[in-house]
């Protein structure tokens, strides 16, 4: 009975953090959804970027601090081992939800381009930023990632064996493809607003920590990272001749 809770909670888990991930992708891209990132300003412009800030610092503090072993540990106190990664899936989509609902239109655009095919290509590259996260997702373990695995493996009562680290594909011309990606997928608007240049450079900004402790953790748990990391860059991919697990600088 309750492997069985344990499993209906880490599959309603993803299905939220699914619809929310699709919602988000409506959301910054002002595509087909109710609320969007840009619209009429309802509130003062420093008013609508101190209440911006703070849910973009909600989203943070709940996942960086939620990812850390430290916090994992403190956690399964509580909640089963099986259904921790669900929890923390649970939770990040949770606080998108709250970043959706209060999120605050701030007028004023950066730039505007008007070619239609040029706002088409900034279009299809957005996506492909999304396509890159999807990829990534699964290079890595998508089921293992939004936390389906765990709770697979505790319902057919099966020992559940950490995931090894792994260079494949993506992996082998940055270490945080994934990351990339979103980046990609937010930077490239047709229409840069105020409040859209506040959401990409908060995510940047968030991204370029996270990265940091991320970094750290993998260091520690996996002594291959450290030369993994002399080898590969962090976002940008170097042009150049490729070798075993990386890339070779051709200058
Ligand atoms: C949201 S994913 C982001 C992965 C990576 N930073 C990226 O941008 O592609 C974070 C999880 O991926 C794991 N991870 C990062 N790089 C990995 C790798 N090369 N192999 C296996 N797991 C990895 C981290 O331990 C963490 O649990």
């Not at 299905?15 to 990132?37: D, E, K, M, Q, R």
């Not at 072993?69 to 509580?78: D, N, S, V």
């Not at 270490?175 to 608007?189: E, N, Q, S, T």
Request: proline share 6%; net charge positive; aromatic share 14%.
């Amino acid at each position: 009975m309750k492997r069985s809770l344990i499993l209906v909670y880490g599959v309603l888990s993803y299905v939220i953090f699914f619809a929310t991930f699709l919602y988000a992708v409506g959301f910054v891209g002002n595509y087909l959804v109710p609320v969007s990132i840009d619209g009429p300003p309802q509130v003062p412009l420093t008013q609508a970027l101190l209440i911006n800030l703070g849910l973009l610092t909600l989203f943070a503090v709940q996942h960086s601090l939620m990812a850390r072993p430290f916090f994992k540990r403190w956690l399964t106190r509580y909640v089963p081992r099986a259904a921790e990664r669900s929890t923390f899936v649970l939770a990040s989509s949770l606080a998108l939800i709250v970043l959706f609902i209060f999120w605050q239109p701030m007028g004023g655009v950066v730039w505007h381009v008007e070619n239609q095919v040029a706002r088409c290509t900034l279009h299809t590259i957005s996506i492909l930023g999304y396509g890159i996260v999807f990829v990534s997702t699964f290079l890595i373990n998508h089921f293992d990632l939004f936390g389906l695995r765990q709770v697979w493996l505790n319902w057919r009562k099966r020992e559940e064996t950490p995931l090894e680290f792994g260079t494949p594909w993506l992996y082998r011309l940055v270490r945080h493809p994934l990351y990339l990606g979103f980046m990609i997928a937010f930077w490239a608007a047709p229409t840069m607003t105020i409040a859209h240049l506040v959401f990409a450079l908060g995510c940047t900004g968030y991204i370029l920590g996270a990265i940091q402790l991320e970094e750290r953790d993998l260091a520690d748990a996996h002594p291959e990272y450290r030369d993994y990391r002399r080898r590969v860059p962090m976002l940008i991919p170097r042009l150049g001749r490729r070798h075993k697990g990386g890339l070779e600088q051709t200058a």
